[in-house]
């Protein structure tokens, strides 16, 4: 309970300061007068009394301040002291202090920036019962190097089985988008397929009705669904009624039984998901996904639970000893002996699951990491350049702190002083910060996806917040500690004595802070500028394909599709032409197959994509044709297959001849045959390569086969070639479609959105590393700038006199620029290395360019040169129009 | 006689013992300190203060103003149960250092 006193004490010492001191006055007071009116009574008179009194107290100031001093917590009124004190050193100097604030708010919102990004998508707990205990499950096959994560429904079932090692494992898919609605009336709506273990699993309470269980996913149990607690307050404004309300999803009714709990709503992080239905409804809503279901089908990601005091090892001991035995049963028999062999011999991995999975965390786990470490530069020029700039104050605040030394402040008091200074400028500075970020995370979210829409929670959360606080109190540290050590040296005396002098003389550390911050940005400037060619690069890539002015409607359910309004678009107006396909480029799903040329057995694994296209595919999409011809109305159904090959497939296997006329075999189901057996087909054209397959690939070869010899079912995609206005060609296409179309949700959007998501990583990074880039050349000029500057105050008596001597207006320039040539020279020096070294590491996210450029490094050196000298002219010149007689008359 | 001065960590107990019979004020304090020791100890109102804040601070003390015997106002402490338990413990510590401390002077 001591604590509680004391605390009350010291708030009261702090908030309560004059009621608290007037009364030890007072004590002290009746101390003197009582001790005096004794002395009286002992025969002394009155004044004689009071003075011995007074001698007794030895001081009353003194007494005082013993007592502040011993009380606890009296740090705490120094510190606070010293801010006040701090405080108004800043006002007295605003410009200054705005200056600093704004360079330390740019450095913390830029580290605060990305680390809230990365928070977001790689260290966020779900919200869901411990998240700390659920582990991810993959698989390694017996002839596979890198372990895979998704898995069949059977499998998941048979895992789901190991009670003695697991509480719970939950199964689920990533997000699939269903119409829900009725006819006419339908919205696209994002749906996870999950097994009936996963509630339990995740241990998530209802915040309405019921969740799902083993029960609701067994064959043959009816529909039901769990919505989101957001999707209940969108679409239901949180209604009680909601309990058993039918949705339609595709058009099939299912039960909705309850509402998950807030602020969750599927593991896949970044993914909203506003349906949740049990696997076994699958066939259900969607007969055609029903296949899904089967044993060759590997998409399900596994999070498990293992049970009290089980160990990784233990659990993987465990499965290892059971999974042979259940592989007989799960996988499909209709893959290859080998294949089973090899994955009846399969390992289990068993990673941290807890935060939940994204396909982002792969894709953006080197460019954040090299994006922190570009912010985290960004801020140590900031702090170089805060403490030049304090530097400089400090030796105009020679005389101040010399005083303070002189009437006995420690010289800890001092530095300590230096230390609230800076470490208050930084935490000012991190509030802005904090806003900063929030603004430009968004800003870096929406960017980082920009084919599919991103959730992720960015509101400034306790981690944020934290590492905010950290690097706040690094950087004042670390800006505050070199002037507080450099000024506090040296006792009280000489300085006091040798004050001109010393303001006379110029700190070393300076221009050292100086050449720092000239070559870590001339580092991120080699960087901004490797990432911005290889954006260039991409961009101006021959893909194979026109992507500008086309439009693409997908239909999943490719039957509801009639061809005939193929010929009816061409007819509105701005179409130049139109076709369909089974993908388009870029669109991140492909089909692959074997393909070899007639008489060749066919290999096991796939050697080219397939592309299923409707008549006048080649123009819609402006892919050439070296030879032979594209696909027309000709080509039917009943018509004997065809094909158009890529020229790597030309390439590849028919070197030296021409393939048109020519057969290739091929399992893929084309034409009137049986399925599962090779036929062949005849080629009738070649293509140009296309980057169909990812921009950083190299051409892979390609068959094209006619959409309507296609047997089986494929998704559709509908391209359309617009000349004029994209945005009024859509919407003139979703008005003719969607009354032609109501059981469908007709979404318009344009290639080039496709092509723009497949170099989005790499635009991220060319637009944050060139701004960053950009704020540290401008941080390292004015820190240039700022010591030329100040050197020529300094000097303006020596650059008077010698003017006065006779020196050229030209030399005094020279003098000064070439002061600033060394400086910019010896941040080169150490640069180059620098980011030579670090090249590597950066290599994998360039593309086209070598991390070692010449031309890249050198651009970026003479960016940094001629920057460099611009700031360096400013003080130059002023210096070069000192009026000697002005410049002597000064002292 | 020369006045000696109070061993380190002495002071606190003794005004505890001192304000354990009756509230006093500071002065007061000092005087009866005197009083007790027989003129050995005399206590500097600059060790006084600062521990009775002290003491005042960690709750073992509690202080009201109110008129002094000559009618001046003056600000009297008084034990609080804390103080007293506190007292309790450390006296009998002290005595028994102290016995110790003679003995292995005397020699016994």
Known sequence: ?891 | LKKLDIPQGTLELMILTILNREPLHGYGISQKLATLSHDVFQVNPGSLFPALYALEEDGKLKAEWRPSENNRNAKYYKLTAAGRKYLDQHRDRWKRVAFAITNVLEGA
């Open chain 1, 1 to 891: 309970m001591i604590v509680l006193h004391r605390l009350r004490s010291l708030l009261r010492w702090l908030f309560r300061r004059k009621n608290v001191e007037q009364e030890l006055h007072d004590e002290l007071q009746t101390f003197v007068e009582l001790s005096a009116a004794e002395n009286i009574k002992a025969g002394l008179s009155p004044e004689e009394a009071r003075r011995r009194a007074q001698l007794d107290l030895r001081g009353v100031e003194q007494t005082k301040e013993r007592v502040r001093t011993r009380r606890w917590g009296a740090w705490v009124d120094e510190i606070a002291q010293d801010v006040r004190y701090a405080l108004r050193g800043y006002l007295r100097n605003p410009g200054l202090t705005i200056a600093i604030l704004l360079t330390l708010a740019l450095g913390i919102g830029a580290n605060t920036a990305i680390f809230s990004l990365t928070d977001a998508l790689m260290l966020q707990w779900l919200p869901v019962d411990k998240p700390e205990e659920l582990m991810q499950l993959k698989m390694r096959p017996a002839d596979a190097k890198e372990p895979f994560d998704t898995f069949s429904y059977d499998i998941v079932r048979a895992i789901a089985g190991q009670s003695r090692i697991f509480d719970g494992v939950a199964g689920f898919s990533g997000a699939m988008t269903f119409n829900v609605g009725l006819s006419g009336n339908m919205s696209k709506i994002p749906v996870t397929m999950v097994t009936g273990g996963y509630y339990k699993t995740l241990g998530l309470k209802p915040a309405l009705g019921r969740l799902l269980n083993e029960e609701d996913d067994k064959k043959d149990s009816p529909p039901i669904a769990v919505i989101s607690y957001g999707y209940w307050e969108r679409q239901f404004a949180q209604q009680a009624g909601v309990l058993g309300q039918t949705v339609l999803l595709n058009g099939m009714p299912v039960t909705i039984v309850g509402v998950s709990a807030k602020g969750f709503t599927s593991p896949n992080v970044g993914q909203t998901s506003d349906i949740t239905l049990p696997i076994a409804a699958l066939p259900h809503v969607n007969p055609k996904a029903a296949s899904l279901l089967g044993p060759g089908n590997f998409w399900l990601r596994m999070l498990a639970r293992p049970s009290e005091g089980m160990s990784i090892a233990s659990v993987q001991a465990y499965l290892a000893s059971v999974w042979p035995g259940l592989a007989e049963q799960v996988i499909s028999p209709r893959w290859s002996p080998d294949r089973r062999k090899a994955m009846a011999a399969a390992s289990f991995v068993l990673m941290a699951g807890g935060t939940g999975w994204t396909p982002l965390r792969a894709m953006y786990k080197k460019p954040l990491a090299v994006l922190s470490a570009i912010v985290g530069l960004v801020l140590l020029i900031a702090c170089f350049n805060i403490a030049g700039l304090q530097l400089a104050r400090g030796f105009s605040r020679q005389r101040e702190t010399a005083v303070r030394l002189a009437i006995g402040a420690g010289r800890g008091r001092l530095i300590r002083q230096f230390l609230i200074e800076s470490t208050l400028l930084s935490f000012i500075a991190s509030l802005f910060g904090v806003g900063l970020a929030w603004v430009s995370s968004t800003v870096l979210v929406n960017m980082i996806m920009p084919a599919f829409p991103i959730s992720l929670d960015l509101t400034p959360n306790l981690h944020v917040l934290g590492f905010t606080a950290l690097i706040a109190i690094a950087t004042g540290i670390l800006f505050g500690v070199l002037p507080a050590l450099q000024i506090s040296r040296g006792d009280a005396s000489s300085v006091l004595n040798e004050v001109a002098r010393i303001a006379g003389t110029r700190s070393r550390l300076i221009p050292g802070l100086v050449t720092l911050q000239v070559a870590v940005s001339l580092v991120l400037l080699i960087a901004a500028s490797l990432f911005i060619r290889t954006l260039q690069n991409l961009q101006n890539l021959d893909m194979g394909f026109g992507h500008d002015g086309v439009l693409l409607v997908t239909f999943e359910d490719a039957a509801k599709f009639r061809n005939e309004l193929v010929d009816e678009i061409r007819g509105i107006s701005g179409v130049v032409s139109a076709s369909i396909s089974t993908n388009t480029p870029l669109s991140g799903g492909l089909w692959t197959e074997p393909a070899v040329p007639a008489g060749q057995s066919l290999p096991q694994r796939d050697t080219a994509i397939f592309i299923g296209a409707g008549p006048r595919y080649f123009e819609t999409l402006l892919t050439p044709l070296v030879s032979g011809r594209g696909f027309s109305e000709r080509d039917s159904a009943d018509s004997a297959p065809v094909a158009v090959i890529s020229e790597a497939l030309a390439r590849r296997y028919f070197a030296g001849t021409n393939p048109v006329g020519q057969y290739i075999s091929t399992t893929a189901r084309v034409g009137p045959v049986e399925p599962g057996k090779a036929r062949n087909v005849e080629v009738v054209g070649v293509a140009k390569d296309t980057v169909a397959a990812g921009l950083r690939r190299d051409a892979y070869p390609a068959v094209y086969v006619p959409y309507v010899q296609l047997k089986g079912t494929f998704p559709l995609t509908l391209e359309v070639r617009i000349s004029g206005s994209l945005t009024a060609s859509a919407s003139a296409l979703r008005a003719f479609l969607q009354p032609r179309l109501p059981d469908t949700v007709i979404e318009v959007r344009p290639l080039s959105i496709q092509v723009e998501g497949a170099m989005a990583q790499e635009r991220v990074m060319a637009t944050f590393a060139g701004a960053f880039a950009v704020l540290a050349l401008m941080l390292a000029c004015i820190g240039l700038y700022g010591l030329l500057a100040y050197d020529v105050a300094r000097r303006t008596k020596e650059i008077g006199i010698r003017m006065s001597l006779g020196a050229h207006q030209k030399t005094v320039i020279a003098n000064i620029v070439k002061s600033a040539a060394w400086l910019l020279l010896l941040g080169v020096v150490v640069a180059v290395p620098a980011a030579w070294a670090a090249s590597r590491w950066v290599q994998s996210l360039l593309f086209g360019i070598k991390a070692t450029d010449p031309v890249a490094i050198g651009e970026a050196v003479l960016l940094m040169m001629l920057v460099g000298f611009a700031a360096a002219y400013i003080p130059a010149r002023r210096a070069s129009r000192i009026d000697p007689l002005e410049a002597l008359r000064h002292e």
